[in-house]
């Protein structure tokens, strides 16, 4: 079995935000947990207008350039770490206009949730969980909600180093990431073709 190829999606598109150091440091924690590539998705880099596709996304009748690549992108995907932070009790639009994008893509891939906010994402991460199990993900029992400190939330500079902020967490994330490996690896075994 080659090494499972999961997808860690920035969840926030905010000028100030620390989605991205946040994400590094999953995907850091994750090579050196599991054996398995990490590749950090930007939802910056991937400009999906709303409302764009005039057809239903489940039907997979897509007509923008953007929405081909970005199903290429996520169908190749062994798994998805999807990392957001909390905002009003929710996650942000853009991660969920990411995901309304497709359908069939989603399809029965494992997922991990690491949730973050002032009060740790938690809220967040039950909303994001329903979604993804309408279309039948499997995601992980372990969700990491990182509570971010009192000083963190009022700088909002954009900056954190996740290593310290987070540094009793970090077993967490290693927990969630492993049984996303598992959820991987367990597809892979039924995909293999019995010998003759």
């Known amino acids: 079995m080659s090494d499972p190829h999961f997808l860690v999606i920035i969840g926030s598109v905010r000028t100030r935000r620390i989605g991205s150091d946040i994400a590094r440091w999953v ?3 994750g090579r050196a947990t599991v054996q398995a590539t990490f590749e950090l998705i930007d939802l910056r880099d991937w400009p999906l ?6 057809g239903i996304p489940a039907l997979g009748d897509y007509e923008q350039p953007q929405t081909f690549a970005w199903s290429r992108k996520v169908a ?3 798994g ?17 206009n990411a995901i309304d994008h497709l359908y069939a893509e ?6 991990a949730i690491v949730s973050y906010g002032g009060h740790g994402g938690g809220k967040c991460a039950a909303q994001l969980r329903e979604v993804l199990s309408s279309m039948t993900m499997r995601v992980t029992d372990a969700m990491p909600a990182l509570i971010l400190p009192t000083g963190q939330v009022q ?3 954009g900056r954190i180093d996740a290593t310290f902020a987070f540094a009793g967490d970090g077993q967490f994330v290693e927990a969630a990431l492993r049984q996303l ?14 010998t003759v």
């Open 76 to 78: 190749a995907a062994n």
């Open 106 to 111: 989603w399809r029965d891939k494992p997922a």
């Open 155 to 157: 700088a909002n500079d």
């Open 80 to 96: 998805i770490v999807f990392v957001t932070p909390q905002y009003n009790w929710g996650y942000p639009a853009p991660l969920k």
């Open 49 to 54: 207008p709303m409302d764009a596709e005039p």
């Open 181 to 194: 490996h598992a959820l991987a690896a367990d597809d892979a075994r039924r995909t293999v073709m019995p």
């Open 27 to 29: 995907a850091e924690i």
